[in-house]
Every structure is written in C-alpha cells, then in structure tokens.
C-alpha cells in the first residue's frame, strides 16, 4: 500500500462516474431467453433471509431444464447482449451489465477495498472469529486486534464442520469485517480487510475526506 | 461392564470380513469388497482408555506428540474411552458421556477433494442409523445434517473440527462421535431430549459388538467417498460434482428431515432464525428450505429442530 493517495483523482472518479457496473454471465451451458430489456430497472434479492429472490434476469435452458436467474444487486441494465436471445451459450459467456448505483458507504468500502489486504473466504460457508481472536475484539476492538500470517484467525463451518481458517497475508491490524457470524459468506467474497499499523492514519483520512467530500456533493 | 480393549484393529477387520463385507454384497452394493479396502484404514489403530476428558482434545494431543517425536499419527486412528468428564456438544452445549455408550473421535487426514468433503459429516449418521437397524431399532432417522434420533429424541451426535498438525502442518478431520447406547440415565436437562439405545430396545446390548458395526459402516462410506472420487477424476473431474453422490442417495433414505417443518438457526437453541419446510436437498447437501410465501433458500451451515404441527 503506497503512503500516497491521490484523493483528488480516486474521488474525481466517483464523482463522475458514481457507479459499479456489474457483468452478468451464463451460470451454464444453455439456450438463452432474456427476461429484461436494455435500460430495465433491476432489484436486487431481498428479505431478512435473503430469501425474496431479484428481478429475474434471464432464462437458461439445458436438457429442458429451464432455470430462471435473478438479479442480486440493484440497478438499471446499462447493456443488453441481444445477439444471443434464443441462442446456445457457453458457461460463463457474458449477457448484461447492471449500473449499479452506488451509496456513499459502498464507495468508502470500495475505496478500502482498494488500499486493505483484503482476506477472501476461501468456500461457501458460514465464518465466525476463533475464541482467541473473539475475545481479543470483545475485550478491545477488531482494530486493535494485531494478526500476522499463519494465525487461526477464522472457523470456516460448512456442513456441521467446523475448520480453522489461517490467515495469509500482511501482518496488521482487522480494520473492516465483511462477514456477520451465521451468515452465509459465497467462496471468494472478502472476510476482513487487514492494514499495517502504521497505515491506520492514512486509512482514517481517507474515510474522512470521502465522508466530507460526498456530504458537500449531496 | 463392557471392555472396550476388545476392540482392536484386528476385531474390527475380522468383523468387516465376515459380517460387514457378506451384508454389503447381500444388499447388492457393486464393488463393495473394493470400497471397504479404500476404506481399510478406518479404524487401523485404536486406542481404549478408561476415561478421558474429552476425546477430540486427546486426539489433539496425540497427533501432536507423534509428530514432536519425529513420527506421524496412523490416518484412521480411533480413540475410545469408557467415560468422558469434560465432553460437550457445538456450542459449548452438555453432552453426558458416563460408562456405557461408546464415546470417541475419528482422526482422519485431510485428503479429500474440495467437492467431496461436504459428504464427509453426513457419513457418520448414515454409519450410526445402519448400525441401530442391524440391532432392531428400525426406527432410527438422521436429522439434518448428522444427528441421529429415535422416538424424536437423540440417541448419538458428531462434530468435526479441523485441526492442523503442529509440527508437520497436515489438516485433520477430527471426526467425534457419542452413542448413546447402555447408559439409560441423563441429566435433568437433557432427560427430554436424550434417549439410549437400551431404552429402544429395553435390554443390554454389547457395547463391543455395537461399535464393531459402527466403525465397519464408517469404513464403508468412507471408502465410498474415496472410491467416488477416483471414479469422478477417472470421468474428468471439474470444479463441481454435480451427481447425486451415493452417500447423499443413502442419507435421503436414512432421514426424516426431508418435508418436515422446521426451526433453522446457526445455533438453533441460542439463536433460532426461522421456520419453513425442508423442500429438498442440494447436490452438496444444502438444505433447500421453503419459506411461507413460497420463496426458497439454501443453508449449507446451522442446524434444525423439526417443529411440531
């Protein structure tokens, strides 16, 4: 992570532009039937459980199998792959991209994203923070909370199996958790973005300066 | 009193030969004699104390001071103890192993393929639900994922933890079982929920003979896992494994969660979460549960409590 950061430039950028564009792929090999049109407002899964699925986005037909695909974020279908309406497609052949519009704590996150040692879950499973590492956060706080490569630091539980998780990656402090104990985490989102001690200053200015900067826009 | 020292290696490979083997091939299972040898392992050394504290910790310990002294624990290595004094269940709930039941852990190396380990924590209810049929409690079910109840209260629970090697750095399944089987006694405040297999059948049943079944059906599926991965990469492998696997086959017969009502939660007595109907069962095991206004999700992690209608 660089001691330099042109704000001016990153938040430029979210200025102009204050949106994530999310590609929507083929889940399979399949006969595709499109559900929505160029410029379809997309809502994203919802309900406590998560359990009210999205707008649903296409159709993907194998062996007469027919499954519907729903959106997970919200947002407007800013391109629509027409050509392959009705067409076979291949695994992973991209079909639309939704502008997804982006809120002023997404965008501090994103930039976080971008200067954190961010921690992947490494399966589809529930996670939770090692009894070690649990105390240590109730009895400070996950920023106070120093890790470095080859600490337990996670229980990854899947099926009633319960793994310890090592962490591998820059020794510092857990500034961000991504993951809610219980909840289930898909195989490769973020778990905890680590920061170098020393790095904690310049993360706070740059929360501040995207706070101050998009309150002054709004 | 049961002795458990009766349980050896060499028991338990004369049991698979002459019982286990000829009833797999009675019940028309294909290669059987091959998936019990991919199995074979299970159960290799076994080690009986009197009593412990809790069984995963020993294991713990023993995988450890094999490897300080410059050796590594036999895969397959079983620990039994008569009685343990600090056994729990997940989340630090009670479980009360005193003489009588058959309380342990598995070890078992880590060497299972991403798309086959989820298959791993159903094995031990389908292991334990066959053994209690073969000793005439025919109504024994597994609750998702892996408890095993009769008459609606449990009769055995299994956890597995993982655990890496101190010194070498291998990943173990520490797989820990408790089977209620002749103790007929619980504490108050499991006297509702607790039930042994003495209680079923309202005789004694030997303990020895009981964990013979038990560690030969677990060499069975856990074979089977082995023997399915070597067919799956003999046919390309890939990312997923999108089959029914055979242990799943074999659980869906063995469990009466499918279609009931249900209480989900990751801890279901601390934090209940919801209620909706088991629809079904993933490729992988999830839960498909279906929620009152019809919508359906998947949990791959938690637990359930069937509700009563």
């Not at chain 1, 020794?171 to 904690?200: E, M, N, R, W």
């Not at chain 2, 069984?55 to 895969?75: F, K, L, P, Q, W």
């Not at chain 2, 192993?97 to 798309?115: H, N, V």
């Not at chain 2, 010194?167 to 399944?173: A, D, F, I, L, S």
């Amino acid at each position: 992570m660089s001691d330099e950061i042109d704000f001016d430039e990153i938040l430029g950028k979210y200025h102009s532009d204050p949106y994530e564009y999310v590609d929507i792929f083929a889940s399979h090999t399949g006969k595709v039937r499109f559900l929505v049109e160029e410029g379809s407002s997309i809502e994203a899964v919802s309900g406590e459980w998560k359990h009210i699925p999205g707008t649903a986005l296409f159709e993907i037909t194998r062996e007469r199998n027919p499954k519907k695909v729903t959106a997970l974020t919200n947002g407007v279908v800013s391109s629509l792959c027409s050509e392959h309406e009705g067409c076979f497609v291949e695994a992973g052949e991209k079909l639309m991209t939704i502008r997804h519009p982006l809120k002023k704590k997404e965008i501090i996150e994103s930039i976080l994203k971008e200067v954190l040692f961010i921690f992947h879950a490494p399966e589809r499973a529930k996670y939770f923070f090692s009894l070690d590492v649990q105390s240590r956060i109730e009895k400070k706080s996950a920023r106070e909370v120093s890790i470095k490569p080859g600490d337990e630091i996670i229980i990854m539980s899947l099926m009633k199996r319960d793994t310890p998780v090592y962490y591998s990656g820059e020794k510092g402090v857990i500034h961000s958790v991504y993951f809610t104990p219980g909840v289930s985490v898909d195989q490769g989102a973020p778990l905890i973005g680590v920061c170098p001690a020393d790095k904690l200053p310049l993360i706070k200015k740059i929360i501040t300066r995207v706070k101050a900067d998009w309150d002054k826009k709004e | 009193m049961d002795n458990l020292t009766l349980l050896s290696p060499f028991t338990l490979d004369d049991y698979v030969v002459t019982v286990e083997l000829p009833l797999r091939k009675q019940g028309g299972s294909p290669d059987s004699a091959t998936v019990l040898r991919y199995g074979a392992y299970v159960g290799s050394v076994v080690l009986v104390y009197p009593s412990l504290g809790r069984a995963m910790d020993t294991a713990r310990e023993h995988i450890s001071s094999r490897e300080e002294s410059g050796r590594s624990v036999a895969n397959g290595s079983v620990i039994l103890a008569s009685s343990l004094s600090l056994s729990k269940g997940r989340f630090c709930r009670s479980w009360y192993a005193p003489p009588g039941g058959l309380w342990g852990c598995l070890i078992l190396a880590d060497t299972f393929l991403a798309p086959f380990r989820n298959f791993l924590p159903l094995i031990p209810g389908i292991a334990c639900c066959e053994a209690l049929q073969q000793f005439g409690a025919s109504e024994a079910a597994i609750r998702w994922v892996n408890d095993v109840l009769i008459q609606g209260r449990k009769q055995a629970g299994f956890l597995i933890e993982g655990f890496r090697s101190p010194v070498y750095g291998e990943q173990y399944h520490l797989l820990g079982f408790g089977l209620n089987l002749n103790n007929s006694t619980f504490p108050p405040e499991l006297q509702e929920t607790a039930i042994s297999l003495t209680q079923v059948l309202g005789h004694s049943i030997d303990t020895v003979s009981f964990g013979l079944s038990f560690l030969a059906k677990m060499r069975y599926y856990i074979g089977l896992l082995l023997y399915e991965e070597e067919r799956w990469l003999a046919r390309g492998g890939g990312e997923t494994y999108e089959e029914e696997h055979p242990i799943l086959k074999r659980w869906k017969e063995l469990s009466d969660t499918l279609g009931k009502r249900v209480l989900f939660g990751y801890d279901v007595m601390e934090n209940p979460q919801y209620e909706a109907v088991v629809h079904g069962v993933t490729t992988d095991g999830g839960l498909i549960l279906q929620h009152d206004d019809g919508s359906t999700s998947v949990e791959n992690s938690g637990e359930v409590r069937y509700c009563r209608e």
